[in-house]
């Protein structure tokens, strides 16, 4: 039976992860989904992927060299495994122990390939590819790959955008041809951020559904990854769960988001402390405070000034007395 599974127009199933629909951002490359690039030559990560050579298969199978490679990968991971082949001889290997297949941009531009790794039945993550001379795929031209994998009876793609070459590491994802194509298809995206995080933040919120990194990229790119799907997805994605455990998991990330605002907003407090005439419980602006609750409450009509009003006290009070015991602590140095 085939793996492919898309669940409806936008979203797709590879394993367990489904991705898409509003669903939580996913990194794939992380802690929810690993990926494989197989290369023949055995040359250095290029993209974040977790790469490494050819190892010998089992030639009584398929003859294919990466059979061992992604069986090992598969040994070594239970969650969703992705590979991105070498050549078409590694796509048995693939079909036999990967939960989904990644064409890779020196791979999307070919009908050919498109079509053989559609036809594995597996999930496709369709990367933009290159095109003559090293040019960039055109949007039309990187949808035209889409309609490749359609033809072959696979629905089941997630379009990754990592800058449209060769070597992605080379260029940054277009982040706003990654939020077209995901308004002209309806399929899940995904932002290829190669080895570098310093877009995670924008490409969720740009509309992402997930960040491709892999084990090779540096930790601080992984977890700038994680710190957006959690944090910033909070912040500009609504959550429909349907389960008790989505629903915890999306309180989760909302109050990861809240975290990270109440340490920002405890700071500028405190800077404020420094900056007043008087400072302290002393130097409390009521007035101030009442209409900063009537501000908040026209962004949560929901609770309304009533119960705002003891959330931002606490909050303030509690901003005023970490600035004082800081300010004990320095007169005590």
Do not use: Y
Not at 35 to 56: F, I, K, M, S
Not at 80 to 109: I, S
Not at 207 to 212: E, P, S
């Amino acid at each position: 039976m085939s793996k492919a599974a898309q669940l409806d127009r936008d979203a797709v199933r590879i394993g367990d992860l489904v991705i898409g629909d509003g669903r939580p951002v996913v990194v794939i490359g992380g802690q929810d989904a690993r990926w494989l690039r197989l290369r023949g030559d055995g040359g250095p990560p290029a993209d974040g992927a977790e790469t490494v050579q050819d190892l010998p298969g089992d030639p009584s199978m398929d003859g294919s060299s990466g059979d061992g490679a992604v069986a090992e990968a598969r040994a070594r991971w239970a969650g969703p495994l992705l590979v991105e082949p070498a050549t078409v001889a590694d796509l048995p290997a693939v079909a036999r122990h990967a939960d989904g297949v990644v064409v890779g941009a020196a791979w999307a531009a070919d009908p050919d390939l498109v079509r053989a790794a559609a036809r594995l039945g597996l999930p496709v993550v369709l990367q933009r590819g290159s095109v003559r001379h090293g040019r960039a795929a055109t949007l039309e031209e990187w949808l035209a790959a889409v309609d490749d994998c359609a033809a072959e009876g696979n629905k089941a793609v997630v379009l990754c955008e990592s800058g449209g070459r060769g070597e992605p590491e080379d260029a940054a994802p277009d982040l706003g041809l990654m939020r077209a194509a995901r308004e002209r298809t309806g399929r899940p995206v995904l932002a290829g951020l190669g080895g570098d995080g310093g877009l995670a933040d924008a490409a969720v919120a740009a509309g992402a559904d997930g960040l491709l990194v892999g084990p090779g990229a540096p930790e601080r790119a992984l977890a700038a990854a994680h710190e957006a799907a959690t944090v910033m997805a909070a912040l500009v994605r609504p959550d429909d769960p349907e389960t008790l455990d989505a629903a915890r998991a999306a309180i989760d990330r909302v109050d990861a988001a809240l975290a990270t605002l109440l340490e920002r907003r405890a700071a500028l407090a405190g800077r404020i402390q420094r900056l007043k005439p008087v400072g302290g419980f002393r130097g409390r602006d009521m007035e101030r405070e009442r209409r900063l609750v009537a501000a908040m409450a026209r962004r949560a009509p929901s609770l309304g000034a009533g119960l705002l009003a003891p959330i931002m006290n606490a909050v303030i009070e509690a901003g005023l007395r970490l600035s004082e015991e800081r300010r004990d602590g320095e007169e005590r140095r």
